[in-house]
Structures are given as structure tokens and as C-alpha cells.
């Protein structure tokens, strides 16, 4: 099986401009997660989504938002950028979430804001 | 914020020794899970531990978990240049509360 896929892998934004991050999950797989990396924060949990319905969502201003479609594919976005919004974003897949099954990462897109 | 701790945040030893990491958190779990990431990457999955669950074991890994103590730990055997790489505990809380909630990691360098 292919593995998790997130486009972009890079990404240069400037402040005030929004980003949409795409995440295609493992085949079958209908829980997908999405978690920022800073050397500050270290892994914060963004949100999860399970056949297209938010589970749970971590505490992040409201311009972090994502989706889920009827094909398990993800979507993130975020608004009004700000430069601390610099982070390595990674999205996760399973077949039916962290407290029942080990999560498959992405490589990451690598958000920098200037 | 992170909810676990790892212990100690860099380690260096000498490939074939041994490498132990410890991982503590706050809450109750469901299960307790190892990650490894090299240099940025995305997160590998090493281990699945459950709260039921005492000791696991995966090739030259051995994970060990004490509910009582709320911690854990991740033994690498004879370690290899191609261990170097950070470690990440992360917790799972509980059936429909699908999150993981990540440690600080511990960087592990191993010395040819």
C-alpha cells in the first residue's frame, strides 16, 4: 500500500496570506490527524477527523481549520498567517484512530512565514 | 502543552552498546505509543503499548510500561548508526478522545 502523502512538501508564505495543506491518508484508513512541529511547542495536536467528522480538536486559534472528504482525504487550512505559524505540519492516518491503532505519518509540509 | 516528559532529552552512546529512553505523563491512557523521527521528518512508528500491557518487545526494541508510576521506557539493543535519530513517547487518552498527546523526545546520537 502506498503510504501517507502530504502536498506541498515546501511552502513559502508571507504574513497576512492563507495556506491550504492537503494529506492523503493509507488506503482504508478513515481517521486522519494533523500535528504542527516547532523546536519551541514540540508535536501539538491540531485536529482529527473520522469519516469526515471532526473528533477532536486541539487548542489552536480559529484560523487553523481542516476537513475531511468522503474519500478520507484531508485538508488544513490556515488564515491570516502569522510568523510563528512556521512549523514542520504533519498529518497522520489510521484505520480507526490513536486510541485504537498506531498512527502512519506523512513527510510533512514545511511551512515558513516571512 | 506537552503532557510527557523524556528523559534525558540527548543521549550519545557508542554503537553496539544499549540506549534507554524514559518517557513519564500525567493522565490516564489507553495505550502508549514510540515514534522515531530522523532529522525533521515525518514520525515512524516503533511500538503500541496498551495500559493492560506490561512489557513488549519488536526486534531489538523492548518497551516496558508502569501505569502505576505513569511511565515508560524504550530500550534499543545493540544499537546501530541508523538508530541515530529522536524519540517520541505519546499517549492516547481514551476511546473517542482521538488524540495523541506527544512528549519532549529524546535525541539519540550513536558514535561509530
Known amino acids: 500500500k502506498a503510504g501517507v502523502t502530504q502536498t506541498p512538501r515546501y511552502l513559502i508564505k508571507t504574513r497576512g496570506q492563507q495556506v491550504t495543506l492537503s494529506c492523503s491518508p493509507i488506503?482504508?484508513?478513515?481517521?486522519v490527524s494533523w500535528y504542527q512541529q516547532t523546536p519551541g511547542q514540540g508535536l501539538q495536536f491540531l485536529f482529527e477527523?473520522?469519516?469526515?467528522?471532526?473528533?477532536n480538536k486541539g487548542n489552536f486559534p480559529g484560523r487553523f481549520s481542516g476537513r475531511q472528504f468522503s474519500n478520507s482525504r484531508s485538508e488544513m487550512n490556515v488564515s491570516t498567517l502569522e510568523l510563528g505559524d512556521s512549523a514542520l505540519y504533519l498529518c497522520a492516518s489510521s484505520p480507526s484512530g490513536p486510541s485504537y491503532n498506531e498512527q502512519f505519518f506523512g513527510p510533512g509540509t514545511r511551512l515558513t512565514v516571512l | 502543552s506537552q503532557q510527557g516528559e523524556e528523559d534525558p532529552q540527548a543521549l550519545s552512546i557508542q554503537e553496539g552498546e544499549n540506549a534507554t529512553m524514559n518517557c513519564s505523563y500525567k493522565t490516564s491512557i489507553n495505550n502508549l505509543q514510540w515514534y522515531r523521527q530522523n532529522s525533521g521528518r515525518g514520525l515512524v512508528h516503533l511500538i503500541l503499548?496498551?495500559?493492560?500491557?506490561r512489557e513488549k518487545h519488536s526486534g531489538r526494541l523492548r518497551v516496558t510500561l508502569d501505569t502505576s508510576k505513569k511511565s515508560s521506557s524504550l530500550l534499543i539493543t545493540a544499537s546501530r548508526a541508523a538508530d541515530t535519530a529522536s524519540y517520541f513517547c505519546?499517549?492516547?487518552?481514551?476511546?473517542?478522545?482521538?488524540?495523541?498527546?506527544f512528549g519532549t523526545g529524546t535525541r539519540l546520537t550513536i558514535i561509530p
Open positions: 477527523y473520522f469519516s469526515e467528522t471532526q473528533r
Open positions: 488506503s482504508g484508513h478513515r481517521s
Open positions: 505519546a499517549t492516547a487518552a481514551n476511546f473517542g478522545n482521538e488524540k495523541l498527546t
Open positions: 503499548i496498551r495500559s493492560n500491557e
